[in-house]
């Protein structure tokens, strides 16, 4: 079974780009559905982003659509998440979590393998 890990999350500025990265040392990620989350301070979790399989298959939370890339390179499995035009608002934890089904699901329960998290911080 997957064992994610984030990593790449660091305190950026309004209007930056970051690129999160997600990886599963030792343990495939190549046939899960791999899903970003994030939560912010006093707030619920909420979905970001999934892809599946192959990388082709990709599903958007709307505030994330235009902005935020999700892909993947099993080659060297692990899963990216690159976020552009950082918003104060975008300060959150973010997790990588995986899923043995091929739907991609935009719920966080549905997920069974979560990594702990890595922190964005975006300043105004």
């Known amino acids: 079974q997957p064992q994610p890990v984030e990593s790449g999350g660091r305190l950026v500025q309004t209007g930056d780009s970051l690129r999160l990265s997600c990886a599963s040392p030792?343990?495939?990620?190549?046939?899960?559905?791999v899903g970003w989350f994030r939560q912010a301070p006093g707030k619920e979790r909420e979905f970001v982003a999934a892809?599946?399989?192959?990388?082709?298959?990709?599903n958007y939370a709307d505030f994330a659509k235009g902005r935020f890339t999700i892909s993947r390179d099993n080659a060297k499995n692990e899963v990216y998440l690159q976020m552009n035009s950082l918003q104060p608002e975008d300060t959150a934890i973010y997790y990588c979590?995986?899923?043995?089904?091929?739907?991609?699901?935009?719920?966080?329960?549905?997920?069974?393998?979560w990594g702990k998290g890595t922190q964005v911080t975006v300043s105004s």
């Open positions: 979590a995986a899923r043995s089904s091929s739907f991609l699901s935009d719920t966080d329960y549905e997920y069974d393998h």
């Open positions: 892809v599946g399989w192959g990388g082709q298959r990709t």
């Open positions: 030792g343990r495939t990620l190549s046939v899960f559905v």
